[in-house]
């Protein structure tokens, strides 16, 4: 199985088992609003460490970074129910 389903179906189990202790239930078992803003802004501060690391040239972290973005963004397209399929078919369609 790819990494990154097998990540992202790890996140939609947490989601809708709600283990204790997982972060993703943390950052997703607020109301929905308060729940999808929190994401978002997780989002986009790891979007500024991301280019923090890439302008400063250091390839660790600009791979460390990406991880935290890849999985934050993970986090907030499984919360709003949109399938790996689903995003998968959308980079299906932009390699033409």
């Not at 997780?42 to 040239?57: M, Q, R, T």
């Amino acid at each position: 199985m790819n990494v990154l389903k097998e990540v992202y179906s790890t996140i939609e189990k947490r989601i809708q088992e709600k283990p204790e202790g997982s972060y993703v239930v943390k950052i997703t078992t607020d109301d929905k609003k308060t729940a999808v803003n929190k994401i978002c802004e997780k989002v986009g501060e790891e979007a500024a460490e991301v280019i923090l690391a890439a302008k400063d040239n250091n390839k660790a972290e600009i791979i460390y970074e990406s991880a935290d973005l890849i999985f934050h963004t993970m986090v907030l397209l499984a919360k709003s129910g949109i399938t790996y399929e689903e995003l998968s078919e959308e980079f299906k369609k932009r390699m033409k």
